[in-house]
C-alpha cells in the first residue's frame, strides 16, 4: 500500500506507477525541463528512482528491467562502499594533524583510501556502462546518451 511519503511505495510490477510518480504523464515534461532529476542520486543516475525513471523513458522490456536492476545494485554497492572509504579517509586526515607533529603515514594512507576508492569506483562504472550497453537495442543506446548528454542524467 502507498502511504502519503514516497519511501514507503512499493511497485507492484516493474512497469507500474502511482498517480504521484513524476516519470509519466504531462507533468513529467516539466518536471524535466526545470532540472528537477538532478541530485537526488542514491545510485548514480541522478534521478531519485533510476530503475523506474530508465525502465520508463527506454521502454525496456522484463528482462531488460531485471538486468538493469542487477547493475544498478552493483554500483549502488560500490558508491556506498566509496562514501565509507571516503569517511575512514577524513579520520585519517583528521588523525594526521591532530598529534603535536604532523603524521605525514596517516596523511599519506588517508589520500591512498581515496585514490584506490576512485580506482574501484571507475572501473565499476566503465563496467556498468558496458553491461547497459549490451543490453539496449540501438534506439534505447541513443535515448539513453541523450539523456546523459542533456544532463537529464548525471552518470
Known amino acids: ?57 527506454l521502454e525496456l522490456d522484463e528482462r531488460q528491467v531485471a538486468e538493469l536492476a542487477r547493475v544498478l545494485d552493483e554500483l549502488k554497492t560500490e558508491r556506498a562502499q566509496v562514501a565509507v572509504d571516503d569517511r ?9 594533524l591532530a598529534g603535536e607533529a604532523f603524521d605525514s603515514a596517516k596523511a599519506s594512507a588517508g589520500g591512498d583510501r581515496r585514490v584506490e576508492a576512485a580506482r574501484r569506483l571507475r572501473e565499476t562504472l566503465a563496467r556498468s556502462l558496458q553491461q547497459i550497453h549490451a543490453m539496449l537495442n540501438p534506439d534505447q543506446r541513443a535515448r539513453l546518451a541523450y539523456l546523459i548528454r542533456t544532463g537529464v542524467l548525471v552518470v
Open 1 to 57: 500500500m502507498c502511504h502519503t511519503s514516497w519511501a514507503h511505495c512499493r511497485p507492484r510490477s516493474a512497469f507500474h506507477r502511482h498517480s504521484h510518480d513524476r516519470t509519466e504523464g504531462p507533468r513529467a515534461r516539466d518536471w524535466e525541463e526545470q532540472g528537477m532529476g538532478r541530485g537526488f542520486s542514491d545510485e548514480g543516475f541522478g534521478v531519485r528512482r533510476p530503475l523506474r525513471f530508465l525502465a520508463y523513458k
Open 88 to 96: 575512514r579517509a577524513l579520520s585519517e586526515f583528521a588523525d594526521a
